[in-house]
């Protein structure tokens, strides 16, 4: 079993353009996350999927779109890059909330210029 | 709502040291409490977790014990080794699907 896959690894945009970062899960779970990773403050949730067909906010959705394709794949739309969303994205996913462990990618090193 | 604060870093320790990471939090109810690592270059593992007040987790040496009434999840491991070296988040989750992380301690395990 692969986990939590993401694509890239790395990306560098300029200001304005778009793109969109891939994750997939092999493990039949429910429930999926995108989070953000910015030095000394932790991870920070973007959106979530609690189930196939539903996505919410989190933390830090402006900026951000989510699209839950099917159970497997849960991907992350920058519309227009800014400076202020360089950052490192993971992805994770998990049978479903409160105890249950989340498994995470290896994450996407994000520049925008 | 929901938060966590552990103890700021970076932390430097020699080979078979005592590691302590502290780590608080505030929340509504019973949350349960996840320790999470991050290895230079990799996302994020469970080290350990506990669903309930004095539950003890533990996993390669590391232990942390739920205490609801200081509402504390502090981190240790009696001997540490080089291999520890990593970033180790303390998290919460309450009845929902939100975790709430602290900011990350650097542990620097020198041989």
């Known amino acids: 079993n692969a986990g939590v896959t993401q694509t890239p690894k790395f990306q560098v945009l300029k200001t304005g353009q778009s793109m969109t970062l891939q994750c997939a899960q092999d493990?039949?779970?429910?429930?999926m996350y995108w989070y953000r990773q910015d030095p000394g403050m932790g991870l920070r949730l973007i959106y979530y999927?609690?189930?196939?067909?539903?996505?919410d906010k989190g933390e830090v959705p402006n900026g951000y779109n989510v699209s839950r394709l099917n159970k497997r794949e849960f991907s992350l739309r920058l519309e227009s890059a800014a400076p202020s969303q360089t950052s490192v994205y993971f992805c994770?996913?998990?049978?479903?909330?409160?105890?249950?462990?989340?498994?995470f990618g290896p994450g996407t090193r994000l520049t925008v210029l | 709502g929901d938060s966590v604060t552990q103890m700021e870093g970076p932390v430097t320790l020699s080979e078979e040291a005592f590691l302590t990471i502290n780590c608080t939090y505030t929340a509504t109810g019973y949350p349960s409490l996840f320790w999470y690592v991050q290895y230079p270059g990799e996302g994020l593992q469970l080290l350990l977790k506990?669903?309930?007040?004095?539950d003890k987790g533990s996993n390669k040496g590391f232990e942390a014990t739920y205490r609801k009434e200081t509402t504390s999840f502090h981190l240790e491991k009696g001997s540490v080794q080089v291999s520890d070296s990593a970033v180790y988040f303390c998290a919460l989750s309450g009845n929902d699907y939100k975790l709430s992380f602290g900011a990350g301690t650097t542990v620097t395990v020198r041989a």
């Open positions: 493990m039949n779970h429910n429930s």
């Open positions: 506990a669903t309930k007040a004095d």
């Open positions: 994770a996913s998990s049978e479903g909330g409160g105890f249950n462990t989340q498994y």
């Open positions: 999927s609690a189930s196939e067909g539903t996505t």
